[in-house]
């Protein structure tokens, strides 16, 4: 079965930081892995996708990710972090090679202080 | 329309009562999902929807869920002898026929008091 582990369920870092959401998968001949953010009372919004394509991927508000097949990982990273960047962050996989039966790991918060 | 619509948008209801949650998809997405997120189970898969017929339905938790989905368009998730178990947030999604990406509505708030 599908599966996706996010190794923190909770991130904190100062404002204009670097930061890193970590995300591992479990092998398959070919994901498809994607980041959604979830602001409060919000809906999941789309960061990013990996589709086989390019193995870094940029997406929405300065993120990116980079597909790592040796390690099985697609982490999240952005430069400097913004305030507004406060939310919670699910990795998601899905192997069927469209968006059906998405698997959600189990979300990071990110908190970003001043 | 121009996003995923679901409604209510918070409903309450009281133990042993059935309810009914609609997802109207983004015109054009053949594929529509519906999904359950609640606290310390995180977000589940339901249902899948490809037209109107639903190939996978493996994450309905019991028969007292069920769905169905007309003219390749609007869902309708009910959930029959409601439990305060099913207090979640219902999150709908749709994509187009071959799409990666799933576009995510506001989802609905049950509350069973």
């Known amino acids: 079965a599908q599966s996706v582990t996010q190794l923190d369920s909770h991130v904190s870092v100062s404002e204009g930081t670097p930061v890193l959401l970590r995300c591992n998968y479990s092998?398959?001949?070919?994901?498809?892995l994607f980041w959604y953010v979830q602001h409060p009372n919000k809906g999941l919004q789309l960061l990013l996708k990996?589709?086989?394509?390019?193995?870094l991927v940029k997406g929405i508000n300065g993120f990116e990710a980079e597909f790592k097949k040796s390690e099985t990982s697609f982490h999240l990273t952005k430069p400097s972090a913004h305030m507004s960047d406060a939310a919670e962050y699910f990795c998601?996989?899905?192997?069927?090679?469209?968006?059906?039966?998405?698997?959600f790991g189990t979300g990071t918060r990110l908190q970003v202080t001043l | 329309g121009a996003g995923v619509s679901q409604s209510p948008s918070n409903k309450v209801t009281e133990k042993g009562k059935d309810v009914e949650l609609r997802c109207d998809p983004i015109?054009?997405?053949?594929?529509l999902y519906w999904y359950r997120q609640s606290l310390g189970q995180g977000l589940e898969f339901l249902i899948y929807?490809?037209?109107?017929?639903?190939?996978?339905k493996s994450g309905l938790p019991s028969d007292r869920f069920s769905a169905e989905r007309t003219g390749g368009s609007v869902s309708t998730l009910t959930i029959q002898r409601t439990q305060q178990e099913d207090s979640a947030v219902y999150l709908c999604?749709?994509?187009?026929?071959?799409?990666?990406?799933?576009?995510f509505g506001q989802g609905t708030r049950l509350t069973v008091v």
């Open positions: 999604a749709s994509s187009s026929a071959r799409g990666t990406e799933a576009f």
């Open positions: 092998s398959s001949y070919s994901p498809s």
């Open positions: 990996y589709t086989s394509a390019a193995t």
């Open positions: 998601v996989v899905s192997y069927t090679g469209t968006a059906s039966k998405l698997t």
């Open positions: 015109s054009g997405h053949t594929a």
């Open positions: 929807f490809q037209g109107n017929s639903a190939p996978d």
